[in-house]
């Protein structure tokens, strides 16, 4: 695959780029990197009991590191009695 040469067309003598030729070459380059648009990104579907899960798990992790350790656990433990509750 051969890449674009840099188009030096959008800059002026000095080197700087207005912000409107700026904008006019990011629109050109997005039109054709993406012709049909640039995709969504997938994200897997994430249960709220995992979420709650895996936030607790963060908040212990951080309370272990000595960030707030009593409050953290007490979080945690509210998000891990959440999750045991929704499951």
């Known amino acids: ?5 840099i188009d030096h067309g ?3 003598p000095s080197g700087h780029v207005s912000r409107r030729s700026e904008r006019l070459a990011k629109a050109e380059a ?8 640039f ?4 994200r897997p579907m ?6 709650l899960l895996r936030n607790a ?7 272990a590191r000595g960030m707030k350790p009593r409050a ?14 929704t499951a």
């Open 57 to 63: 798990a963060q908040l212990r992790e951080l309370a």
């Open 39 to 42: 995709p969504e990104p997938i």
């Open 46 to 51: 994430v249960s709220e009991r995992e979420s």
């Open 72 to 85: 953290f656990i007490r979080q945690a433990e509210m998000l891990e009695a959440r999750a045991s509750a």
């Open 1 to 5: 695959m051969t890449r674009p040469s």
């Open 10 to 12: 959008i800059l002026s």
């Open 30 to 37: 997005r039109r054709v990197l993406f012709p049909d648009g």
